[in-house]
């Protein structure tokens, strides 16, 4: 995945020469999951910044450029360091626009490595994404395949909103196809990746494959799972999910953030409102658990593994 | 260990002495060409929009008071620091104030109305930048439009629409911030950013002493001027009730800028005399003495007093007091016009493009009222 964002990167870059890649270390290391890598060689110093290190800054000033006509396309090294830019996101980006009465926008993407599984240390695994979900103004994405990464990362930077794009580092390695041909699905759509008809599970970034392990072992136990990707967290597409529920009956949903207060929380609090006569047991959560993100060495025991979604699946179907 | 105890002293650079008399301190003798080159009619437009602003001042604190305005934020005693550095801009650069600069704005061709739509709770912007001199809204998140005004100076050097040598088209950026605004985090990774990137931008500090009702002295040690130093840039402290030193001081740093030479920060010694905003009780905080300092130090009087000893006549005096009770009385009337907004305004421009949940939320709400309005069950 991480070659195929490069790749999105670099076509944006050629696209359309007001593109500016903004952070700390994306110049000649390629930041430091290399996703930049060779972007500053092709396209100069100029498109491509190596910024001071200062998080708030770096949002700011893009804030600054994007009023002069430039898209920024911003890196923040890793989740755990969004926080000092958290006020510039929250308190100026999300609202320029509505401040503005649209007589500007705001055409910046905010490219943030999350999440666990790569056996980190503290602040540099987590998933922040419903601080900014929550936010009016914003708009929350993640990809979960190469072939998504590749196209979204172009849609989000075409957007004149300010677009969070969360990539779920432990994907950056595993490899897959890419259609360089067309796009598939529209950036704020959400998509049935896999079809099922005793439970639906969905989820968004990493938790995408793991729920694809947990409907393979379920399927040679003779239980048959539909995935849900959501792709978009703001706005969530939640028609292909209440059409998958439906047909099921039956909703997990999966996510490596804290359970409390979370988008899986606004999932099942939607999904309970409108499809409530579909529904044959409640909708169950799976999250990490309501504390920090513990030591990388117990990190298997906090992230919902296969087994965990699979024994809210087990417990949707008892109902 | 007993703490040392170091001094850190800056000059104050001034062109006018509290009495009004031209006698400029060391640094400023560099200045005095640019101040003699000014023809009569720029030098009493200084003392009109001084005035202006002041009665300004007036006219937001009674509307304020007679439940017309959710505030008012007074700038009495910032006009010199104010006016001169407005005046000093040119009208290809860009400014990006806090929410102090009345007076600013309106050199600028912002009509103070749409400030007063923004106290008044009419909405959250009110003017578009492009459309009044490029003076941008009104930030109430202390300093952070210093990193904003730092992004677009920054902007304007990768266009390379400065350094070009053409006066005409060269352009820079001006960002006001008070002296608490420096205590944050945004103000210093603002200086950080233009120094690195040599933006043409100039930093105006508007020390007025206090931040609300915490004294300067809490939010530094050493003179604010040399914050600017610290980061690489020229560093410069004025005297901020002095018009002409508050103009020459930034007409030469806006000029370096746009020019080509980097980013460079003054800090304008002044003081806010009345209350922060209308909301604000100072009597609570400081003391009658300071107050009467400081007004012997007013910008007005002594402005006025050099005019007067240059030969500037009674009737020119009179014809800018006029003038400042028109203006205050234009926008008072058409203050009280500015109209509540309809409902559907708290779902246009959330977003730039069309977004579902703003679709659905403005549609439930309509039929959510119209069920009210109709008697429907
Ligand atoms: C980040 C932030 N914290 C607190 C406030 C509340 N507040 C509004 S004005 C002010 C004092 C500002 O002082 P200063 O920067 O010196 O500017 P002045 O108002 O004196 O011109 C405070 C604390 C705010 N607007 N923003």
Redesign the interface.
Request: zero cysteines; glycine letters at 12%; aromatic letters at 6%.
């Given at each position: 995945m991480a070659k195929a964002i490069t790749a999105g990167l670099r076509e944006a870059l050629r696209a359309d020469d007001k593109v500016?890649l903004m952070g700390e270390d994306i110049g000649p290391l390629g930041g430091v999951f290399r996703v930049t890598e060779g972007l500053q060689a092709e396209f100069g110093d100029?498109r491509v910044l190596d910024?001071?290190l200062?998080e708030?800054?770096i949002?700011?000033?893009?804030?600054?450029?994007?009023?002069?006509?430039?898209r920024p396309v911003i890196e923040i090294q890793f989740d755990g360091f969004i926080f000092?830019a958290f006020?510039?996101i929250t308190?100026?980006l999300s609202?320029m626009?509505?401040?503005?009465?649209?007589?500007i926008?705001?055409p910046i993407v905010i490219r943030v490595p999350y999440g666990g599984h790569i056996g980190s240390i503290e602040h540099h695994q987590e998933s922040p994404e419903a601080y900014f979900a929550h936010t009016?103004?914003l708009?929350v994405v993640s990809p979960s395949s190469p072939h998504d990464a590749y196209w979204m990362i172009q849609e989000a930077i075409a957007?004149?909103?300010p677009v969070l794009f969360f990539e779920p580092k432990s994907r950056y390695w595993p490899k897959g196809p890419v259609d360089l041909d067309h796009s598939g699905v529209p950036l704020h759509s959400s998509r049935v990746i896999r079809s099922g008809t005793d439970v639906t599970v969905v989820g968004h970034g990493a938790m995408i494959s793991t729920l694809l392990q947990a409907a393979d072992i379920a399927g040679e136990e003779g239980t048959s799972i539909e995935v849900v990707d959501l792709r978009s967290l703001s706005?969530i597409?939640y028609g292909p999910l209440l059409e998958s529920v439906g047909r099921t009956g039956r909703l997990v949903v999966a996510q490596e953030a804290y359970g409390s207060v979370s988008v899986g929380s606004e999932i099942a609090a939607t999904v309970a409102e409108r499809a409530f006569y579909s529904l044959e047991a409640p909708v169950l959560r799976v999250s990490s658990f309501d504390t920090p993100f513990p030591p990388a060495a117990l990190e298997t025991e906090y992230l919902p593994s296969p087994d965990r979604v699979l024994e809210a699946v087990d417990r949707a179907l008892a109902y | 260990m007993v703490a040392q105890e170091r001094e850190f002293t800056a000059p104050t650079v001034q062109l006018l002495t509290p009495e009004g008399a031209l006698r400029p301190s060391p640094e400023a003798e560099a200045y005095l060409p640019l101040i003699e080159a000014l023809d009569d009619a720029t030098l009493e437009q200084f003392h009109r929009d001084m005035v202006i602003s002041r009665r300004l001042d007036i006219t937001g604190a009674n509307l304020q008071r007679q439940g017309q305005l959710a505030l008012w934020v007074p700038s009495h005693g910032q006009e010199a620091a104010q006016v001169g550095s407005a005046r000093a801009s040119r009208p290809q650069d860009h400014i990006f104030p806090s929410y102090r600069e009345h007076i600013v704005g309106m050199i600028r061709g912002l009509d103070p109305v749409r400030i007063l739509g923004l106290l008044r709770g009419a909405?959250?912007?009110g003017w578009?930048?492009?459309e009044n001199g490029n003076f941008?809204?009104y930030t109430l998140?202390l300093a952070?439009q210093?990193?904003?005004?730092?992004?677009?100076?920054?902007?304007?050097k990768?266009?390379g629409a400065s350094g070009t040598g053409d006066p005409e088209t060269d352009a820079a950026v001006l960002v006001y911030y008070g002296d608490g605004s420096t205590s944050q985090?945004?103000a210093s990774?603002?200086l950080?950013?233009a120094a690195?990137y040599q933006a043409p931008e100039v930093f105006f500090v508007q020390n007025n002493q206090w931040a609300i009702s915490v004294p300067v002295s809490r939010q530094s040690r050493t003179p604010l001027s040399l914050r600017g130093a610290g980061f690489g840039m020229p560093s410069l402290r004025i005297d901020g009730n002095d018009v002409l030193v508050s103009y020459a001081a930034t007409r030469v740093a806006l000029e370096e800028a746009r020019s080509g030479q980097g980013p460079s920060f003054i800090e304008a010694l002044t003081y806010r005399m009345g209350a922060h905003t209308t909301a604000d009780d100072p009597t609570k905080y400081r003391t009658d003495d300071e107050v009467a300092y400081w007004a012997e130090r007013d910008p007005i009087i002594r402005y006025r007093a050099w005019l007067e000893s240059r030969g500037a006549s009674a009737e020119f005096f009179a014809s800018a007091d006029e003038e400042a009770a028109d203006v205050a009385s234009d926008v008072r009337k058409r203050a009280l016009e500015v109209t509540v907004p309809t409902r559907e305004t708290i779902f246009?421009?959330?977003?730039?493009?069309p977004?579902?949940?703003m679709a659905e939320q403005a549609a439930w709400l309509q039929a959510y009222e119209t069920g009210f309005e109709g008697g429907a069950a």
């Open positions: 500016l100029h910024t001071p200062a708030s800054g949002v700011g000033t893009a804030i600054g450029l994007a009023m002069r006509g430039y000092p006020d510039q308190t100026q609202r626009t509505l401040r503005h009465d649209g007589s926008s705001m009016p103004g708009r957007s004149n909103d706005p597409d | 909405t959250l912007g578009n930048p492009a941008h809204l998140v952070s210093t990193l904003h005004a730092t992004g677009y100076a920054m902007g304007i990768f266009d985090g945004d990774e603002a950080v950013f690195s246009k421009h959330v977003y730039s493009e977004h579902p949940l």
